[in-house]
Nanobody, 116 residues
Framework: VQLQASGGGLVQAGGSLTLSCAAS???????MGWYRQAPGKQRELVAR???????NYADSVKGRFTISRDNAKNTVVLQMNSLKPEDTAVYYC????????????WGQGTLVTVSS
């Protein structure tokens, strides 16, 4: 599975951005989600959604970010509102299967910069 992410950019604090990611193959029974890595920090989960629609969010983005997926199109979207400078990071699309056969795929990163 290959993942193609898009939608990063520069935005002022309080603004919004939408990240999109398309998978080249089926993501059936797989989570789709977004991770981010800020300079000098470890990569962290931002949000993920299961094939059944169950979502998980990092505490720091709850109430501001919304993740959604289209199973028919194998796409995932992260709507980011009320952005803060601390949201600045490289965002990575990810899809993974936690059950056997396990799988884990990453897209190329897309930079999100939030200016104060």
């Amino acid at each position: 599975v290959q993942l193609q992410a898009s939608g990063g950019g520069l935005v002022q604090a309080g603004g919004s951005l939408t990240l999109s990611c398309a998978a080249s193959g089926s993501t059936s029974s797989m989570y789709m989600g977004w991770y981010r890595q800020a300079p000098g920090k470890q990569r962290e989960l931002v949000a993920r959604v299961s094939s059944g629609g169950t979502t998980n969010y990092a505490d720091s983005v709850k109430g501001r970010f919304t993740i959604s997926r289209d199973n028919a199109k194998n796409t995932v979207v992260l709507q980011m509102n009320s952005l803060k400078p601390e949201d600045t990071a490289v965002y990575y699309c990810n899809t993974r299967r936690l059950i056997t056969p396990q799988a884990n795929y990453w897209g190329q990163g897309t930079l999100v910069t939030v200016s104060s």
